[in-house]
Nanobody, 123 residues
């Protein structure tokens, strides 16, 4: 069983930066593809970024390309989401998710989820 805990969300002004972390326990991350999703109030959950188990392959939603970077440190069993040039429309609860081996941009493909961390971007 994989247990995921996100952290790093907070209130930030537009144009600012945040780094989210997702710490895993109960299982090594080394054979897990990881992803970040987000859900804003009244909206459906949407894909943000994904990274392969090796870290060699990444994928991003068009809305965050060039601003967000997903990375991983398998030795620390942690995945990160560096968010720069934040916009008010980035406001959402951000969730970390894991699945075995290959990455995906579909939430239904992921087996394990964290509880989420709130990111609020003020204008």
């Amino acid at each position: 069983q994989v247990h995921l805990v996100e952290s790093g969300g907070e209130l930030v002004q537009a144009g600012g930066s945040l780094r989210l972390s997702c710490a895993a326990s109960g299982h090594t991350l080394s054979n897990l593809a990881m992803a970040w999703f987000r859900q804003a109030p009244g909206k459906e959950r949407e894909f943000v970024a994904a990274i392969s188990w090796s870290g060699r392959t990444t994928d991003y939603a068009d809305s965050v390309k060039g601003r967000f970077t997903i990375s991983r440190d398998n030795a620390k069993n942690t995945v990160y989401l560096q968010m720069n040039s934040l916009k008010p429309e980035d406001t959402a609860v951000y969730y970390c998710a894991a699945r075995y081996y290959s990455g995906s941009n579909k939430g239904s493909d992921y087996d394990y989820w964290g509880q989420g961390t709130q990111v609020t971007v003020s204008s």
